[in-house]
């Protein structure tokens, strides 16, 4: 299994980026995906994440209404559209599989199984 997070870069506050998340070896339609950031000497924090039926989709308060996640099965694939980025956005993303998971647990890191290896995004005032 491999997941490929990609999109990061430097943006100014206010600014949009495009995080994509490709995966391999899994059947990609029975798994939730999430994605998860860490900031420098913080720990890694849930930011989004799509049941695997695309009925469920949670989020960090602080990014509501700003980031979007959606799927695309026939693309085996994830994304994060965030909008209005501001300086406390700035960490490396990461993307995150887990198999049909749903509800409350979408938030829980410790239920995801694979991981993708980050993509860093800065966000500049």
């Known amino acids: 299994v491999q997941l490929q997070a990609s999109g990061g870069g430097l943006v100014q506050a206010g600014g949009s980026l495009r995080l994509s998340c490709a995966t391999s070896g899994l059947t990609f339609s029975r798994y939730s995906m999430g994605w998860f950031r860490q900031a420098p000497g913080k720990e890694r924090e849930f930011v989004a994440a799509?049941?695997?039926?695309?009925?469920?989709?949670p989020y960090r308060d602080s990014v509501k209404g700003r980031f979007a996640i959606s799927r695309e099965n026939a693309e085996n694939a994830v994304y994060l559209q965030m909008n209005n980025l501001n300086a406390e956005d700035t960490a490396t993303y990461y993307c995150a599989a887990a198999s049909m998971l749903t509800g409350v647990l979408l938030t829980n890191s410790l239920r995801y199984a694979y991981w993708g290896q980050g993509t860093l995004v800065t966000v500049s005032s």
């Open positions: 799509i049941s695997w039926n695309g009925i469920n989709t």
